[in-house]
């Protein structure tokens, strides 16, 4: 039989669930589920590159992990985990730190837009945050990593840095791929859809979150932006309102762009915004109410990231291993 490939991907506790991450990322997650060997971990190391609460942080971890698995990621036949709980992200991450270079980290788009928007707090972890991701997927010796399009630099990266390792010292790690779906992968606000829907810019309107209660969400989808025209076309670069409500409509009901421009031609905006916020309630209705009662279940959850961690840890030392052998490390005496 042939060996399955392997998938890592992860998502930071930053900020509650949106319905970005989960049509961007999450969905995919759940739909490779079966095929692949996956490991899909909360990425709460990463969080804290900015200012969290500590108290916040525990209980969305914990919410991240219910949601995970109420959006169809099966626990047992995958690996769920919290990245903390496995110390070898931090180990691979410190080797990391010294094969990728300045200049290539002071390239990445998140870094730039994350320190403009936290000038107070342009931490070093913001700055080296992408040798942890490479870190992240190389102890895996991933194949895929199912990421939203804004992560494709940092996917790409993590590829240099393995090059870079693997001519040096042999093939130590496995060159993965970035999985982006082709709609759906840059999900916009709804109040100002030339901009990513972004867990931290929920004050203003435009973004849905997976717990949001179907009203809500319906009065979003009725006060979105769209613009001055009326016909209900998809071109990104005029009409990237519309362009966003035909999209998310497209992925949620599986229906091409060019089905859902027929469906609603001759139609009014006021049709296209109801139909999407019916169709988004519908998709997150069965994710909401199963993650809302797998957070009560807290012993539940705990048996999983528990288990979790020590499947992850498996894998993850026995590429730390080769690393820190590879580099010329002795072998920790065991305790
Ligand atoms: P994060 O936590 O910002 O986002 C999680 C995932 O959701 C996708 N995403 C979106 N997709 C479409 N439209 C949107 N508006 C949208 N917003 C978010 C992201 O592309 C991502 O796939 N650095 C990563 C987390 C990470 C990681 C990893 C990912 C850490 N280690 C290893 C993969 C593999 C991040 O900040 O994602």
């Known amino acids: 039989m042939e060996e399955k490939k392997t998938i890592l991907s992860g998502i930071q506790p930053s900020g509650e669930l949106t319905l970005g991450s989960y049509l961007g990322a999450l969905k995919n997650w759940a739909l490779l589920s079966n095929e692949f060997d996956c490991f899909y971990t909360i990425v709460d ?8 609460d500590p108290k916040e942080l525990r209980e969305r971890t914990l919410a991240q992990l219910a949601q995970y698995i109420a959006c169809g990621i099966d626990p047992i036949s995958n690996t769920l985990f919290i990245q903390s709980h496995v110390p070898a992200h931090a180990q691979l991450s410190w080797v990391l730190n010294c094969y ?44 895929l990593v199912p990421v939203g399009d804004d992560q494709r630099q940092h996917v790409e990266l993590t590829r240099n840095i393995a090059i870079r390792f693997n001519g040096i010292y042999g093939d130590v790690f496995k060159i993965p791929e970035h999985y ?31 717990l949001d209660t179907p009203d809500d969400i319906i009065k979003a989808f009725r006060r979105a932006v769209t613009d001055s025209e009326t016909q209900i ?16 409509y497209s992925v949620c009901t599986d229906k091409s762009i060019s089905d859902v421009e027929a469906q609603f031609a001759g139609l009014g905006y006021g049709s296209l915004k109801q139909e999407v916020g019916d169709a988004v309630v519908e998709t997150l209705r069965p994710i909401r109410e199963e993650a809302l009662r797998l957070m009560e279940d807290k012993a539940y959850l705990e048996s999983i990231y528990k288990e979790g961690a020590s499947k992850a ?9 080769d690393v820190y052998d590879k580099i010329g490390f002795i072998p920790a005496p065991i305790s």
């Open 233 to 248: 076309v998809y071109d990104v670069a005029n009409k990237p309102g519309v362009s966003n409500l035909i999209e998310i």
């Open 100 to 143: 990728a270079m300045f200049g290539e980290l002071s390239r990445m788009t998140q870094f730039k837009d994350k320190s403009a928007k936290n000038e107070d707090n342009i931490n070093a972890g913001l700055f080296t945050y992408p040798a942890l991701m490479a870190a992240d997927i190389l102890l895996y010796q991933a194949d």
């Open 180 to 210: 982006i779906p082709k709609f759906g992968a840059r999900i916009m606000d709804l109040q100002n859809p030339t901009d990513k829907m972004s867990k931290s810019a929920i004050a203003a309107g435009g973004c849905i979150l997976l």
């Open 313 to 321: 840890a498996l894998t993850a030392n026995k590429t730390l291993n």
């Open 45 to 52: 190391m990463h969080a804290i590159t900015s200012r969290q």
